[in-house]
């Protein structure tokens, strides 16, 4: 998976110094300044190997079969000339398209544009995990093999549904600036979503797609891309028909370290993850209906406990402590000493200390070894480690050897220094002034408001502790939509971690809603 960078957790914001990771999902360090560097970032590879200027597509034909029905495409690996209000070429953006064999009705077939997070990330990890119609095998939470990694057909592709884009952000992939623009013109909220609004817009001039239905699809970061890039393409008249969001973080602001609601946020992962690993006393029966008792608890005792900080009562912390090792088998006298605010990194070193085992950030069903079992926080995160090999090694292999698309560029995962420059002021519509930090939910909130048609579809994973589902929750519960609009957000749960689509099982079952979605979106 590629050198990441920032990286969410729960109670402290931390850097993990290009480390790989998945869907890299990222958090602005306190007083970060953006923007400050004057010329280009380091990210050619050689004096020589410069991104092209003019655009390449690189074409070929292949087949897909999807529940039985071989389907035939095209597809292009190829490079989108962004350019700036005056004309001037800014950067190359590369993608990967497959656009289904044409037939009665082609001209009203959908078009979705993928992308991953970061900020900063490749979007090898949607394009060779998701929809594509060739992916990695792998079989989430068991371990990855080792090489030579296995790829193949797709039978949970969504090309029967719709055409696929898969973007690379500036920087990242084979993505880069062009001559003398520094990367930092493209690395920052605002920067970045004006980059895939023109990117998306190119596509769809030179491929004659303005007519036909588009979605968005963003996993991570990639969602507080899509919540703005939503409302920026329609401002520019390109009206989408539905927005799919996949571990999903709206709004920074509710996540920051040293605000109380970052604890509530993690709760019911925390129950979910305590009950997968046979920790609670009490095992619940249903864990739909576990979960949801939880959730309940953190909007009601636990928040109001929280609230009250050192004036709550001897009477009052003893029993909220006592509800909450019930929900996470955690010891009543680790929660009090910890004032019943458990971070992300305790969490995972606690839960199986007894087992010198730590649990995965991205999906917390992976279970890790450290050298230290009396540490304070995990060594290495093992949902994360164990899946990067094989997507970077079938991503260079498959683009050169099926898709026969060569450069002298190195494929970058995570572009180097991204995350360290990124801007996090974000200037949501009608707003006066740019915020310090990314919220990003009112910009589809706005979206779906002027375009009443617009559909929203939350996906998410249970075990998920990088992008927790509640919190995914509350963001979209606050976008202070209209009743009448309220029937166009969908939520779906999934089995799996930030990366659902790692678990065949989990994939399957996220096609089948993510095709009715379409059917829904298309009437």
């Known amino acids: 998976m590629g050198k990441f960078a920032l990286i969410l957790t729960a109670g402290v914001c931390a850097l993990a110094l290009n480390v790989p990771a998945l869907a890299q999902e990222a958090k ?42 071989a389907i ?19 950067a190359s953006m590369f993608y990967v398209a497959y656009v289904a064999d044409g037939g009665k009705g082609q001209a009203d077939r959908p078009v979705t544009f993928f992308y991953n997070g970061g900020p900063g990330s490749s979007s090898l990890w949607l394009h060779m995990g998701s929809f594509g119609p060739v992916t990695v095998k792998t079989n989430a939470p068991n371990p990855a093999s080792p090489a030579p990694f296995v790829r193949g057909n797709n039978n949970d592709s969504l090309l029967d549904k719709s055409d696929l884009v898969f973007l690379d952000a500036i920087g990242a992939g084979y993505s880069r600036p062009l001559g003398d623009t520094p990367g930092t013109k493209f ?17 769809i001039t030179i491929n004659h797609r303005w007519n036909s239905p588009k979605f968005l699809f963003g996993e991570s970061y990639g969602t507080t891309r899509t919540a703005g890039l939503a409302y920026e393409l329609q401002d520019e008249g390109v009206a989408l028909n539905g927005v799919l969001i996949l571990s999903s973080i709206l709004n920074y602001g509710t996540r920051d370290a040293g605000f109380d609601h970052i604890y509530q946020t993690y709760l019911p992962s925390y129950a979910a993850t305590a009950a997968y690993h046979h920790k609670l006393a009490n095992p619940p029966a249903d864990l739909t209906a576990f979960l949801q008792e939880v959730r309940d608890f953190a909007n009601g005792p636990y928040v109001s406990a929280l609230a009250k900080g050192d004036t709550i009562s001897p009477a009052e912390l003893d029993a909220v402590a006592s509800k909450m090792s019930a929900y996470t088998g955690l010891s009543v006298d680790f929660l009090k000493r910890a004032n019943l605010r458990v971070d992300l990194q305790r969490f995972r070193k606690e839960l199986l200390r007894d087992q010198r085992r730590t649990v995965g950030r991205y ?95 939350s996906l998410n994973g249970l075990y998920d502790m990088a992008t927790p589902f509640f919190g995914t929750e509350y963001d979209i519960n606050h976008m202070q939509l209209d009743p009448t609009l309220k029937g166009n957000v969908r939520f779906a749960y999934y089995p799996s971690g930030h990366m659902v689509y790692l678990n065949p099982q989990a994939l399957t079952q996220m096609k089948a809603d993510v095709a009715k979605f379409y059917d829904d979106a298309m009437k």
């Open 28 to 69: 602005p360090p306190a007083g970060a300044a953006a923007g400050k560097e004057d010329k280009p970032a380091k990210l050619a590879d050689s004096e020589t190997a410069m991104a092209p200027v003019q655009e390449q597509a690189k074409t070929s034909h292949h087949s897909v079969t999807i529940n039985g029905k």
């Open 187 to 203: 690395w920052g909220v605002d920067q970045d979503i004006a980059a895939f609004a023109r990117g998306v817009t190119r596509y």
């Open 72 to 90: 035939g495409y095209t597809a292009t690996a190829g490079t989108l000339t962004l350019r700036d209000d005056d004309g001037k070429p800014t």
């Open 363 to 457: 999906d917390s069903r992976f279970t890790a070894i450290d050298v230290d079992a009396a540490g304070e926080s995990p060594e290495y995160d093992a949902s994360d480690v164990q899946v990067s090999g094989p997507f970077t090694a079938a991503l260079h292999d498959y683009l050169e050897q099926d898709l026969g698309y060569t450069t002298d560029l190195a494929y970058f995962p995570s572009g180097p220094g991204i995350n360290q420059a990124w801007d996090w002021k974000h200037k949501a519509p009608g707003a006066n002034r740019a915020s310090q930090v990314a919220d990003t939910a009112q910009d589809l909130s706005m979206a779906m408001r002027q375009n009443p048609k617009l559909k929203l579809y």
